[in-house]
C-alpha cells in the first residue's frame, strides 16, 4: 500500500498546508492529484472540492490569497482555476455534486481517479476501491452508465493507458468497445484534448494497438481503413497501418535513448500547449496517409509505388486535423513534418555528404530539424523488407545521425541569413510589379542562400537576373 506516500506528500506540501491553514472550509483533494501522490510522483495542478461554500466564491479568495490568477472554466457547472504566481502550479476548484461527496465520487469515470483526501484532517475517502487498483496497476471503470453520459471518457481510459501503462480492466474495456460509436459525439476541442494527452504519454503506441482492438480508431481517424489496405512489400515488412503504428513506437524509442539536448528540445511546448514530442508522435501516425491515392503497381516488376505520398499526405492532413480543431500553429507543424519526412535520408543518401549539403539541410528545417531528423529514422526502423537489409538500415541511422550531430554542432554558431534584396529592389532591378512571380523569385534566392550559392548582394542581383 502506497498511503504513507500519499500522507507524506500532502504533509509536505507547501500550498496544501498554507490553504488549510487558512481556511475554514471542508476541503478535499480528489482525482489525478491524488493518484500521482500515491504513485509518488510530484504534482503541480491540484484538483479540489469545497464542500461548504460556492466554488467560485471559494476560488476568488484563494486566487486573492496567493495573489494569482482567477479563471472561470465553466461556470455553469461550477469549476474554476487559480493559477499560481509560478505559473506553473494551479488549483481546479468545483463542489461535489449535489453536495455530496459520495455522489460525486461514484459518477467518475475510473476507479484510480476517483480517491479524495481531506487536506485538514488526513482522512481518505476511498469507496470505490481506487488505492488497491493504483497498488495493482488497473484502470477499471466505476459504473458503465458514467461512460454514456459522458462518452469522452471512452478516450480518457485510453489516455490513462498511454500516460501510465496500466493494464485495463477486462470488463472496462467491453464497456468501451460496446460504446465506441458514442465517441463522435463529445465536441471536437475535448477530443483534441484528450488525443493529445495520450499522444503525451509514454506507451501511446500501446494505448493506439487497444483502441484499434476496440474499433474506435477507424472512428476518430477514418483513413485508418485505407492504411490497412496497403499490404507489405519489398521495402516493408509490415502492411501500413501497423508500419505507421511502429513509426509511433519508434519515435519513443529514439526519444528515451537520445541525448538530454535532442529531449530538451523535443520536451518543449512551442505550440497547442503541448510537446514537440507529442506532436511527432502524431505526425509519426500519419505520415503515410497519403500512399493509398497513390499506390500503384507496376504490372511487370510487381512493385509499388507511392510517387509523391507525402506531398499528398501532407495536404490530406490539414482538413482532417482542422475538423479536429487543431491549431493552425500544430496544423503548420504536423503537416510540414509529413511533407518532409523522407527529407533527411535524400540529404545523407547525396553522392557527396558535404558540409554545404548538411548545412542546407539545416537552414531548411531549423528549429524543426531534430524532429525532421526523428522521423527519418522512425520511418527507417520501421520498415523491412526482402530489399532492406539490416546492414541498409543501421547505415541510414548511422547517416542520420551524423546529420543530427552537425545540427547540433552548427546551431551553436549559425547565424540567420542577411537579406540580400527585398522586394522592392527585385522589382527596379527587373522592371517587374507585384505578382506571383515576384514571390517567386524571392523564394528562389532565398532557396540559393540556403544552399550557399549566393552569398553577397552581387551574387543575387546576378543570380536573379539569370532565372528571370
Known amino acids: 500500500m502506497n498511503i504513507q506516500i500519499l500522507t507524506n506528500k500532502i504533509k509536505n506540501d507547501d500550498i496544501l498546508n498554507n490553504i488549510a491553514s487558512f481556511f475554514p472550509n471542508k ?13 509518488g510522483k510530484d504534482t503541480y495542478d491540484r484538483d479540489l472540492i469545497v464542500a461548504d461554500i460556492d466554488a467560485g466564491v471559494f476560488a476568488q479568495k484563494v486566487s486573492d490569497f496567493f495573489d494569482g490568477k482567477f479563471i472561470p472554466l465553466d461556470v455553469e457547472n461550477k469549476i474554476y482555476r487559480v493559477v499560481l504566481k509560478d505559473k506553473i502550479n494551479y488549483l481546479d476548484i468545483t463542489n461535489p455534486v449535489e453536495n455530496s461527496m459520495e455522489k460525486d465520487i461514484s459518477r467518475r469515470d475510473l476507479t ?8 485538514k484532517t488526513g482522512e481518505i475517502l476511498d469507496i470505490v476501491g481506487g488505492i488497491k487498483d493504483v497498488d495493482d496497476k488497473i484502470i477499471r471503470g466505476i459504473k458503465d452508465e458514467n461512460f454514456t453520459d ?18 485495463i480492466d477486462s470488463h472496462l474495456l467491453d464497456v468501451c ?24 504519454g509514454k506507451y501511446a503506441y500501446q494505448s493506439l494497438l487497444k483502441m484499434d482492438e476496440c474499433g474506435i480508431l477507424e472512428i476518430l481517424f477514418p483513413f485508418v481503413k485505407e492504411l490497412k489496405q496497403v499490404p507489405p512489400n519489398l521495402h516493408h515488412h509490415l502492411d501500413l497501418f501497423h508500419h505507421s503504428i511502429e513509426t509511433v513506437r519508434q519515435v519513443e524509442l529514439l526519444y528515451e535513448n537520445s541525448s538530454s539536448k535532442v529531449q530538451e528540445h523535443m520536451d518543449k511546448v512551442d505550440f497547442g500547449g503541448f510537446s514537440r514530442l507529442a ?3 502524431l505526425a509519426s501516425f500519419m505520415h503515410d496517409i497519403g500512399k493509398f491515392s497513390t499506390w500503384t503497381i507496376e504490372e511487370d516488376t510487381g512493385r509499388h509505388r507511392f510517387i509523391k505520398h507525402d506531398d499528398v499526405g501532407s495536404k490530406l492532413a490539414k482538413p482532417i486535423l482542422k475538423k479536429m480543431c487543431f491549431s493552425n500553429k500544430q496544423i503548420e507543424y504536423i503537416t510540414l513534418i509529413i511533407k518532409k519526412h523522407m527529407y533527411p535520408t535524400a540529404v545523407v543518401s547525396s553522392p557527396e555528404l558535404t558540409d554545404k549539403v548538411m548545412m542546407r539541410f539545416v537552414r531548411k528545417m531549423g528549429d524543426d530539424a531534430i524532429d525532421n531528423i526523428l522521423i527519418a529514422q522512425a520511418d527507417r526502423l520501421s520498415a523491412r523488407g526482402p530489399e532492406i537489409t539490416e ?3 543501421n547505415e541510414n ?21 542577411p537579406k540580400l ?36 548582394k552581387d551574387d543575387a542581383i546576378s543570380f536573379i537576373k539569370t532565372i528571370m
Open 177 to 200: 468497445k460496446k460504446y465506441k460509436n458514442l465517441i463522435s459525439k463529445p465536441a471536437k476541442e475535448r477530443v483534441e484534448y484528450e488525443l493529445m494527452k495520450l499522444f503525451s
Open 150 to 167: 459522458d462518452p469522452l471518457r471512452i478516450l480518457r481510459v485510453f489516455r490513462f493507458y498511454s500516460l501510465l501503462g496500466f493494464e
Open 112 to 119: 484510480i481517479n476517483a480517491i479524495a483526501v481531506d487536506i
Open 279 to 281: 506532436h511527432l508522435k
Open 27 to 39: 476541503i478535499y483533494l480528489v482525482g489525478g492529484s491524488v493518484r500521482d501522490c500515491l504513485m
Open 421 to 456: 534584396l527585398d522586394g522592392n529592389e527585385v522589382m527596379q532591378i527587373l522592371g517587374l510589379s507585384p505578382s506571383p512571380k515576384l514571390g517567386q523569385i524571392m523564394n528562389e534566392l532565398h532557396e540559393a542562400q540556403v544552399s550557399g550559392d549566393v552569398t553577397t
Open 391 to 393: 546492414e541498409i538500415v
Open 397 to 417: 541511422i548511422s547517416l542520420l545521425n551524423s546529420l543530427l550531430e552537425f545540427y547540433l554542432s552548427a546551431k551553436e554558431s549559425l547565424k540567420p541569413l
